[in-house]
């Protein structure tokens, strides 16, 4: 084999090798787009996670730690799953799953508030749905025994159950309603029923209903 021979190999050689760490390169780059974390809630923070494939959960412990942020940021991110959590008392902390796969993402934060802020708002606004309710259905005042009930969500819909008086020895029907606060005024977006379908309401949060039909009212 002559020395240009030789030498045409090394360079077809060199060029195969190139090109393969190029295609490489090229499909590491590419396997990254543009993320926006999109934040819906005012006074909110939030953890980005890149998640473990083998951990079961989603949580500060399970997956890895990308950044925090407080307002709406553009990431790099690579193909895969990721999720957000949410932080301080204010927020569901639940995480927030996302994936990303061939294509730029906008990822929309907006939690719902905690179980804990949720039942020091309704300490402010238990008053003002009792007088909704009352005015509307005043014969609640003497065949009822009425509920304080619950926030939800956002804080503007609301759910409470009503126990039907009875006779001593017997348990009265279990009423259930919900109100929704718009415009700053609550309002009846379920009239008082044993069960609020999802079918009939489909406005309603089906979280807010699957929870209010469970509750018992006792």
Request: glycine share 6%; proline share 4%.
């Amino acid at each position: 084999m002559n020395r240009r021979t030789i030498t045409l190999l090394i360079i077809t050689g060199i060029v195969a090798i190139a090109l393969i760490i190029g295609g490489v390169l090229f499909q590491y780059y590419a396997s990254f787009h543009k993320v926006t974390i999109e934040i819906k809630r005012p006074e909110l923070t939030v953890d980005i996670y890149r998640a473990n494939p083998n951990a079961e959960e989603m949580d500060a412990t399970s997956g890895t730690k990308i950044t925090t942020t407080s307002e709406t940021k553009t990431l790099s991110l690579q193909a895969d799953k990721y999720y957000v959590l949410p932080q301080g008392d204010k927020y569901d902390n639940s995480a927030i799953p996302f994936t990303i796969k061939d294509k730029d993402a906008t990822i929309s934060v907006n939690p719902g508030f905690s179980n804990t802020y949720l039942t020091s708002l309704l300490q402010q606004e238990l008053s003002t749905v009792k007088s909704v309710m009352l005015t509307k259905y005043p014969f609640i005042t003497t065949g009822f025994k009425l509920n304080d009930g619950k926030l939800y969500e956002d804080g503007t819909w609301y759910g409470t159950t009503l126990i039907q008086n009875a006779d001593p020895g017997s348990n009265g029907d279990v009423y259930r309603t919900v109100l929704h606060k718009v415009n700053g005024t609550w309002q009846f977006v379920a009239t008082p029923a044993i069960i609020i379908s999802t079918l009939d309401h489909k406005d309603i949060p089906e979280t807010v209903l699957n929870d209010l039909n469970r509750q018992s009212g006792y």
